[in-house]
């Protein structure tokens, strides 16, 4: 019995022991000099709803950093998908010089066709062929955009090229092709030199309603590797890469005149050294939103900020239920000791202000729970800031962007509509 007693009390002296090791130390702080600036121009200038806002000189400098890497010899290729907006990448085209987008949505197609009509746009994706079809068909063609030369559809299978190949000689059209090739991803495209063999013939047969635009080989199967071009997995990339080219070049394509496109925000910075891709992409580095935070993106700056209004601010963790519930986890947790419910909430998105925000105890769409330590001094209609994990998705939830600089709305972009 004694030395039941004593295993049980040793028990209790080594869970004692780890419950001070995991103790969550108190990491709440109160807005900095940045986020309070931003709160304060919400406060007289927002409209009290949840907004996105864009801070214009981080996304400037962002936006340098990424055409310094592209370089004078390679053309910056706008990923508008990452960058949902008319405006935003009307401004990202004129800062880094550049007409070239890649566009993964058919509604965006014919936006940009109408909004932008000097764009020469690259697929990035395969597309049905219906919504091929319903870009014609609701393309007004009034405007100065040419489809025939500043359209490239992205093509992954010969199957695929038979169906644009029949709809552009229903249609009457000319049709730039670009070629999804496999360079290690893995997510489809032509898996190797010698499949493009017979599309190519079929392009080169049919001039009236086919031309080979170039290539497309997307590889963020680097992202993580912290890679240097002479990296083993690079230089496989690269090598994949060649090979397509030189069978296009056997083919006597004049591979100089062709769209050779790759990379992603994660690993464009790669290819500074390197001219065997001439044209590179890039959205969300623009703007940088949580996932981004990788290597090749040290030198870009967090630009994109959800921020929403406090509803409510209780000075006690107040829980549906047994009320002894909520005073144990305050008691163990500092950070559980204030309670705030925000306006919206459950987005793809973490708290950067004010600091020290644990996991939400639920979830809500409408008001989340937001549990603080007692320095987050923050008060009901005071705004809380969060950084999307993602820029896609997470920008067409808000109405129109909020331009920022200086602790000024110095713009109001309004965001593509996604249907
Ligand atoms: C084909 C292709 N190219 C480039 C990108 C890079 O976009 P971002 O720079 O926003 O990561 C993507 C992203 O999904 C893509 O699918």
Redesign the pocket.
């Known amino acids: 019995m004694k030395r039941r007693t004593l295993l049980l009390g040793g028990a209790a002296i080594a869970a004692g022991a780890a419950t001070l090791i995991w103790r969550p130390e108190d990491l709440g702080a109160p807005h900095n000099a940045y986020f309070s600036g931003l709160n304060d121009l919400l406060k007289k200038s927002g409209p009290g709803k949840p907004v996105m806002l864009i801070d214009l000189d981080r996304m400037n400098h962002n936006i340098d950093v990424l055409a310094a890497s592209v370089g004078p010899d390679k053309t910056y290729r706008v ?1 508008v ?2 960058l949902p907006s008319v405006d935003l990448v009307r401004h990202v085209m004129a800062r880094a010089g550049t007409q070239t987008l ?1 566009v ?1 949505h058919q509604p965006f197609i014919n936006a940009v066709a109408d909004a932008i009509p000097e764009a020469d746009v690259l697929m ?2 395969p597309m049905p062929l219906t919504a091929a079809e319903t870009f014609y068909r609701t393309f007004d063609g009034t405007g100065s955009f040419d489809p025939a030369t500043q359209l490239q559809w992205l093509i992954d299978t010969p199957a695929r090229l038979a169906q644009y190949q029949a709809l552009a000689r229903r249609l009457g059209v000319a049709m730039k092709v670009n070629l999804e090739i496999d360079v290690g991803l893995h997510r489809g495209g032509f898996p190797e030199p010698e499949a493009i063999d017979a599309v190519l013939q079929t392009i080169l047969d049919d001039p009236e309603h086919l031309s080979l635009g170039g290539f ?1 080989g ?1 590889e ?1 199967h680097l992202t993580g590797l912290k890679a240097t071009l002479d990296h083993p997995a690079v230089q496989s990339v690269l090598s994949i890469y060649r090979g397509f080219i030189d069978r296009a070049e056997r083919k006597g394509l004049d591979v100089n005149r062709l769209t050779l496109n790759g ?4 690993t464009l910075r790669i290819y500074e050294g390197d001219r065997t891709m001439n044209d590179l ?5 623009v703007v940088k939103p949580m996932d ?1 935070d990788t290597y090749h993106l040290s030198q870009n700056q967090p630009a994109l900020f959800i921020g929403t209004p406090i509803l409510k601010r209780y000075d006690e963790l107040k829980l549906p239920g047994d009320p002894s519930v909520g005073k144990l986890l305050s008691a163990w947790d500092p950070n559980r000791r204030r309670l705030f419910f925000i306006y919206g909430g459950y987005w793809k998105a973490h708290f950067v202000s004010p600091t020290g925000i644990p996991e939400a105890i639920y979830h809500s769409t409408n008001q989340e729970p937001v549990t603080t330590s007692p320095r987050v001094d923050l008060s009901v209609d005071d705004y809380m800031f969060l950084r999307p994990t993602q ?2 998705h997470v920008m067409l939830q808000f109405g129109d962007l909020l331009v920022v600089k200086n602790q000024e709305i110095v713009d109001r972009w309004p965001v593509f509509q996604q249907a």
């Open positions: 990923v998908k990452s890649m993964f990035g994706k497309m997307y963020p990379a992603g925000s994660h992409s890039a959205g969300s580095g981004f820029s896609e």
